[in-house]
């Protein structure tokens, strides 16, 4: 063994080239040797040629159960498609052009708001998951350091900028649909201008009403670190 052990300051006649020994360096080294530190969480250990997949089970595996919030969320979205879809098919003509018809009550604004709010949930959704896939973390105590916390980990500032911008159109869009459900009860008026018309759809009215309240409690759930801890401390 002595024969392979390198000495820089006979070999090279310096002194200082062999690296200083730390007590903290050597319980370090010791500690990543013998296992104590999980390495392969941090992003700059991850290995290239590893699937997302992979890469997401390294960094959920203390919270594995946010594959099933990403489940929950992608049934509601299949759920509000398939309401829109409905409602199109029997409640909404087409007339000449691209514009619509609808019997019910307010149920073009129901429609649009319903649309634009899965495009940007299965959007805001796909980029989460490649973000965390990569390391990404968001938590509500540090919201402010966010883009910058990641980046320093190796995470492209694009990426996280546009999950943020994502994730703030969403928040602002769930606001719209606040007034515009508060809007909709003139359709429950008598002697209303609207006439002969019905009054709202219900199907669209309670997928509405039940988006305004699942969506921030998705997103909370399967997209924010602070999650699990503030779940306990309601528990306990």
């Given amino acids: 063994m002595q ?22 360096g050597d319980q370090d080294f010791a500690a990543e040797v013998l ?43 299949l759920f509000v498609i398939t309401a829109c879809t409905m409602e199109m098919w029997g409640a909404c003509a087409f007339e000449l052009g691209a514009s619509s018809y609808c019997t019910y009550c307010y149920s073009s604004q129901f429609l649009t708001f319903l649309g634009v709010l899965a495009a940007l949930w299965m959007f805001n959704l796909y980029s989460y998951v490649l973000l965390l896939s990569r390391g990404f973390q968001l938590k509500l105590r540090f919201l402010g350091l ?11 500032g694009n990426a996280c900028y546009l999950f943020m911008y994502l994730s703030t159109a969403m928040l602002v869009w769930l606001l719209y649909g606040i007034v515009m459900m508060i809007l909709s009860h003139s359709c429950l008026r008598s002697g209303m201008i609207y006439g002969n018309r019905p009054g709202r759809s219900s199907l669209l009215f309670w997928t509405c009403a039940a988006s305004l309240i699942l969506t921030p409690l998705l997103f909370f759930m399967g997209r924010c670190e602070d999650a699990e801890g503030f779940i306990r401390r309601m528990l306990s």
């Fill in 35 to 77: 296992g104590e530190k999980s390495y392969l969480s941090q992003p700059q250990a991850m290995q290239q040629g590893h699937t997302i997949f992979h890469d997401l089970l390294v960094f959920t595996s203390d919270r594995q159960w946010i594959f099933l919030v990403w489940a929950l969320e992608i049934f509601w979205l």
């Fill in 3 to 24: 024969a392979t052990h390198y000495i820089p300051d006979e070999i090279e006649r310096k002194h200082g080239l062999r690296e200083a020994s730390t007590l903290k």
């Fill in 146 to 156: 966010t883009v910058q916390n990641n980046k320093n980990k190796g995470i492209p």
